[in-house]
C-alpha cells in the first residue's frame, strides 16, 4: 500500500493574521452603542450571525433593534429587529432568548453558548471562552478583548452616550470614579463617567453601567434665546414634538446623565420602562451609559433637601441652565413654572429649571430655554449649536449673580 505523506501546509504570516481578524469579529452592535447586554453577544448571539439571531434576542432591541449602533437616536426608530438610526436611545428592554443558530465565520464551528459568552474559532484550543460578568465575555485568545470587558466590544464601546470608553463597569461600591470640574473666567468644564456614587446593581435592564468618560462645558451666564429647543415627547402648545432631543440633554452634580422623558420607541420612560429603575431613579441603557429620566426617586441620591427650603441643585442642563429639585421659595412645588418646566423665584433671582413634583411629566424639562453653544458630545444637539452671534437673545437676561455650581 502506498503511504501518502502528510505535510504540514505554511500559510504566509498575513494571511494567517487575515484568518485570525475575520474569525474573531465580534457579533454586532448594540442598541445604544457597543455590544449590547451580553458583552459582545447581542447582534450575533452566541454563535455569530446565524438565521436564528436576527429575532428578538440579536438583532431586536437587545442586539440592533430600535436603538442602533452609537447612542442617542436621531430618527424614529425603525420595526422591531431592524438597525433604524446612528444613534439609538436603546432603552429598551431585551428581547426573550431564543437559540442561535451559528452560522457565518465567527463561531460557525462551535454551538451556541450561554448568555454572555462569546464564541469564536480561535477562543482557546476548543474554540470558546468561558463567559465571564455581563458585558466581559471574551473572543480572541480567551481574553477581553474583542468580544467584551475593556476591549473592543461590550459596554459602551463605540457609542453608549457620547462616551466612546469600551467596557469597564462601573463600581457598586467605594471607591466611585470622580467628578472634576474646572472653572476658567467664562465658562466651567466638568469630566464625568456617568457612573454614580453609589450600588447601582439593583436596576434590572440587564444592562451594566460602564465608564462614560463625557466632558462637559458650560458657560457660567448661561444666554436665554427667543425659540425654546423642544427635547421632550411634546412640543409647543402640547403637540407631538416630531423630533425629541435623545441622549443626554444634562449631567446631574454627581456625574450622571440626564436624558428626556422618552425610551427609545419615542414612549413615556418612566411609564414603560420604570420597572427597571433601581431605587435612585437610574437605569442603564445596552450601551452602558447609567442616566435619570425623573428627578431622583430616592433623597440623597444625588441632593438631600431640607424642609421649608428650596430644593437644592439636581444639575445642569445642555444650555447652561441649572435644574433644581421639585420644591421652589420655602419649600413648596412653584405654581409659575413655564412650558419649559422654568422660572425665577425670590430663592434664585435667575431663571432655572425645577425637576417636575409628583413625579409628573416630563419629570425634568419639556424643552431648553437657553442657548446651545455646545453640543457636549451629543450629536444630536449639533445641529442647534450656536455662536455669540447666532444666538437669537431674549429680551430678558440674567447676570447668574451668586450662582457657583460644585460638581462631585
Partial sequence: ??????????????????????????????????????????????????????GPDGMGPDGMGPGNHDGPDSVPPGPRGTPDAMFGQGDVPPGPKRPGNPGGEQGSNVAPGPRGAVMSAI????????????????????????????????GPGTGGG??????????????????????????????????????????????????????????????????????????????????????????TVNGVQIFNNADALRRDAYVNEGHTFDACGGHASPGGAYHFHTDQLKAGCVYTDKKGKHSALFGVMADSVPIYGPLGDGGKA?????????????????????AQASLKSPYTVACLRGCIFNDNGNPNLKSHVVTGATCRKASKQYTYAGFNPKFS
Avoid at 343 to 349: A, E, I, L, P, S
Fill in 1 to 54: 500500500m502506498a503511504l501518502i505523506s502528510m505535510r504540514p501546509v505554511l500559510l504566509p504570516l498575513t494571511i494567517c493574521l487575515s484568518l485570525t481578524l475575520a474569525l474573531a469579529q465580534p457579533g454586532g452592535m448594540g442598541s445604544q452603542g457597543g455590544m449590547g447586554p451580553g458583552g459582545g453577544r447581542p447582534g450575533g448571539g452566541p454563535g455569530g450571525m446565524g438565521p436564528d439571531d436576527m
Fill in 162 to 251: 457620547p462616551g466612546m470608553r469600551g467596557g469597564l463597569v462601573c463600581p457598586t461600591k467605594a471607591p466611585f470614579p470622580p467628578v472634576k470640574q474646572v472653572t476658567k473666567a467664562h465658562t466651567y468644564t466638568v469630566t464625568a463617567t456617568s457612573c454614580p456614587p453609589y450600588d447601582w446593581s439593583g436596576q434590572s435592564t440587564g444592562n451594566n453601567a460602564t465608564y462614560q468618560n463625557q466632558t462637559w462645558t458650560f458657560r457660567r451666564v448661561p444666554v436665554l434665546s427667543k425659540a425654546p429647543l423642544y427635547v421632550g415627547l411634546k412640543g409647543s402648545n402640547g403637540a407631538t414634538n416630531p423630533s425629541p432631543i435623545m441622549g443626554a440633554i444634562g449631567v
Fill in 123 to 154: 477562543g482557546g484550543h476548543d474554540g470558546k471562552t468561558a463567559p465571564g460578568p455581563s458585558g466581559q465575555a471574551g473572543a480572541m485568545l480567551g481574553g477581553p478583548g474583542m468580544g467584551g470587558g475593556p476591549g473592543m466590544g461590550g
Fill in 334 to 354: 412653584p405654581t409659575d413654572i413655564d412650558e419649559c418646566g422654568g422660572h425665577v423665584d425670590k430663592t434664585h433671582r435667575f431663571y432655572h429649571y425645577h
